[in-house]
Structures are given as structure tokens and as C-alpha cells.
């Protein structure tokens, strides 16, 4: 059985008031506390709230006789591995949320690698477009030359070619 007596020297070890005590378990008055401690009475989520203010095991609220005080020691060894693997369990937790912010973090450089991809592969095939119209101008110049070479091979041709008499074309002599 509970002896909730224990709940008024802890909190007078721990400098802690009656008042305080209820306003964080959640009794809003100030006699609910006192009640709960002189009736002996209340439930064991309150408890494990009052343990956990006073930083102190549940069992401590439990009144053991001498036969049962390796049950105690059992208890408190149970107490502490609890908490050990809760502790282990947070740290787990928390690798875990960092691994999840690394693999969200690659996710996001890894859309936008592919983002940068596309934008080179379209500037890439805008390159090949650009290359193969310049190589086609490049063709019409060439071809070009070749037609102003031509006309100016046929104009020193005529350059050289006597002048007929302007009377002669009109046919007259």
C-alpha cells in the first residue's frame, strides 16, 4: 500500500510546496494536496507524475517490510535499466532524426543535380542546333566565294574581250 506521508519530506527536501506541487500534478486547490496525502489516496498516473517532480522512484511511495527489501533492490535495479534504455532509446531517436535530415538533405541536392542535368542537356542540344546551322551558313559562304570567284573570273573575262563598235551592234558600218 501507498503511504503518500513520504510526498510532504520529500518535497520539503527538494524545497518544493505543497501548492506548487499540486498546481504541476493538476489539483488547483490548495487543500487537494493535503487531502490526497491524508486519505492515502490517488491514482497511479498522479504518481508517477509526483516521482517524476521529485526525481524520485515510484516504489519510494511504497511502504516494504524487511522480506521485501530484495524485492526493493530488485525494483530499483529495474528502476535504473528502465531508464537506461529509455536513455539509449532517446539517442537512438535522435540518430535517427539526423540521418533522416542527411537523406532529406540529399534528396534535395539530388533534384536539384537533375534540375542542373536537364539545364545542360538542353543547353547542350541548343549547342549542337547552333553548330549545325553555323555549318550550314558556313556551306552558303563557301558556295558563296565560289559564285563571286566565278563572276569575277567571267568579269575579267569580258574586260578582255574587244568591245564591239556601238554602230556595229546596231547594224550599221
Known sequence: MANLSIIRELCR????????????????????VQRMINEN???????????????????????????????KNKIVVMDEYITELNNRYLLATNKVKKQEEKITHLIVLNKNLNIMVDALKKSLE?????????EVMLKQQERMIKQLETI?????????????DQNESNGQK
Not at 541548343?126 to 553555323?134: D, G, P, Q, T
Open 13 to 32: 527536501e527538494k524545497n518544493i510546496s505543497l501548492i506548487q506541487l499540486g498546481k504541476e500534478i493538476g489539483i488547483t486547490t490548495p487543500q487537494g
Open 41 to 71: 489516496s490517488t491514482t497511479i498516473d498522479r504518481l508517477e507524475k509526483i516521482a517524476k517532480i521529485l526525481n524520485v522512484p515510484v516504489w519510494q511511495f511504497f511502504d516494504l517490510d524487511p522480506e521485501q527489501s530484495d524485492l
Open 126 to 134: 541548343s549547342s549542337k542546333r547552333i553548330e549545325n546551322h553555323s
Open 152 to 164: 569575277a573570273i567571267m568579269k575579267d573575262f569580258f574586260n578582255t574581250v574587244p568591245k564591239p
